[in-house]
């Protein structure tokens, strides 16, 4: 991605007016009498490179042959620029553009400044314009951001002058086209437990009403679609989305994606309008990308009325503030439902939430899943049941940790089969040891853990009465 030797800033300044000057000579070149199409226009490009190429030799100080020049310039004039081999390099996963001179690009979970640029202001707005051209958007003073998904599925944001300040940005979120599975988030990235994902599993599998909670870019959406993975495959899924990135695998997926106000300001249709929509299409789940607005009451009303099995991301810090946001989410719907009521509601209607987080060496894993056991008037009962353990930071800043059971019960999963109830036992057990062993290490005498109630969990009932 970026190259080990990196050239000096004259040098860097030599090679970019080397390439400006490159490029305009193309342009300059380049019939204009009549309007071409892409093959002609690459033909014609073709052509006046390689005359150019018959004649002069590329300076040294390039440090590019004429094949990899030409490469380049042929993006520069016909492609995506600096961006068109990060948007094909595989690891790279999110790509982003602050003003023409810096790149940035995450490879394996890092963030880092590459050293691509764009040739000028003018070049990475012709890029922009080139790349929401083809999915029939556009930026101009009047309309100075747009959101929108490339060819390949990859979600981008563009943002200009006058809003952004230091020249037109862009946010890119490539579109997996393996996205990761719950394998992968427990073996390659060690994101997630074998036990915790049998317990997610099982959880899914039951119909349990499932916020995934983080940052943003901490995993949130890929761990929705891996989960999304246990829903058996005789059930009918509706998908709502802003930008279409889900990939589940069942063969009954009915997909839906908000869309943007047209230049008039009008057509807009948000995720609520959308969930509100799914619910006559008669889901046996619904799925929703991002849970932000007013659509989290219907969401909630959805969930306590049939809908079990929900399955959605919120942007928040812990599930405290998952339960906070929410509270605020229900009151932009401006129904004017008492806090008490909200509250309720929420603390019948989801049962798990799961909170990811981004490490400061580039992993992102499971960091708690904490239950909702009832909400009162005034407060929520919360229970969690697996933490993560920060232990030690190595040598290569990798951060050690442990992500185990607590060793606590999940109280609302009494009506579970027989095998699955073995299968969590043995789970929660391993959290109990876990604790214990941790506690002897310490050297401090491990506390017994007072036995779960094996009584009707008092939230299934909560559930019951909200449905009547
Ligand atoms: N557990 C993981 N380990 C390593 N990389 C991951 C993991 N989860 C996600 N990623 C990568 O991190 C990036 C962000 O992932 P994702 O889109 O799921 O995050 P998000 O929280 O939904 O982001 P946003 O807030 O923008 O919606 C993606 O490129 C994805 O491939
Ligand atoms: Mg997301």
Do not use: W
Request: hydrophobic content about 40%.
């Amino acid at each position: 991605m970026a190259d080990v030797s990196a050239p000096d800033d004259r040098t860097r300044e030599r090679i970019l007016r080397f390439k400006k000057d490159f490029h305009q000579r193309i342009l300059d070149q380049i019939d204009r009498r009549q309007s071409l199409n892409k093959y002609e226009l690459k033909a014609q490009v073709e052509s006046i490179t390689e005359k150019i190429f018959a004649r002069e030799e590329l300076p040294p100080f390039l440090g590019l042959t004429k094949e990899q020049f030409k490469k380049e310039t042929f993006d520069n004039v016909l492609g995506y620029g600096p961006l068109e081999d990060l948007l094909n390099e595989a690891g790279v996963d999110d790509i982003m553009v602050v003003g023409y001179a810096k790149i940035f690009a995450e490879k394996d979970g890092k963030l880092q400044l590459t050293n691509r640029s764009f040739l000028d202001e003018q070049h990475l707005r012709t890029v922009i314009d080139r790349m929401l051209r083809v999915i029939g958007k556009s930026v101009n003073d009047l309309n100075p951001y747009a959101d929108g998904r490339l060819e390949d599925g990859s979600r981008i944001n563009v943002v200009v002058p006058p809003l952004a300040l230091d020249g037109p940005q862009i946010t890119i979120r490539k579109f997996p086209s393996n996205p990761h599975t719950m394998e992968d988030l427990i073996h390659k990235f060690g994101s997630v437990t074998q036990g915790l994902a049998d317990f997610m599993r099982i959880a899914v599998r039951n119909r349990k009403n499932i916020v995934i909670s983080g940052g943003s870019g901490t995993g949130k959406t890929t761990l929705l679609n891996a989960l999304s993975n246990a829903i058996p495959d005789d059930e009918r899924i509706v998908t709502i989305e802003d930008t279409a990135e889900l990939k589940l695998r069942q063969p009954h997926v009915a997909r839906m994606e908000t869309r943007q106000p047209n230049f008039e300001g009008k057509g807009v249709v948000t995720i609520r309008d959308l969930v509100r929509n799914a619910l006559r299409m008669r889901p046996d789940r619904i799925v929703v990308g991002e849970c932000r607005g007013g659509e989290a009451i219907d969401m909630l009303q959805a969930m306590n009325t049939g809908h079990d099995g929900s399955l959605t991301t919120i942007h928040a810090n812990s599930p405290e503030d998952v339960l906070l946001r929410l509270e605020t989410m229900c009151t932009m719907a401006g129904l004017d439902i008492p806090l008490a009521s909200i509250r309720k509601q929420i603390g019948a209607a989801i049962d798990l939430i799961v909170q990811v987080a981004r490490f400061g060496d580039g992993t992102r894993r499971v960091i708690a899943v904490t239950e909702i056991l009832e909400a009162q008037d005034h407060a929520y009962t919360l229970q969690d049941l697996f933490l993560f353990h920060r232990e030690l930071v190595r040598e290569d800043g990798r951060i050690e940790g442990d992500l185990r059971p607590t060793g606590k019960t999940p109280k609302s999963f009494e009506s579970f089969v027989q095998s699955e109830r073995d299968q969590l036992k043995e789970i929660f057990s391993a959290g109990k040891k876990a604790r214990a062993a941790a506690a002897a290490k310490a050297e401090a005498p491990a506390k017994a853990e007072p036995p779960a109630p094996a009584a009707k969990s008092k939230k299934d009932a909560e559930k019951e009465a909200a449905k009547k």
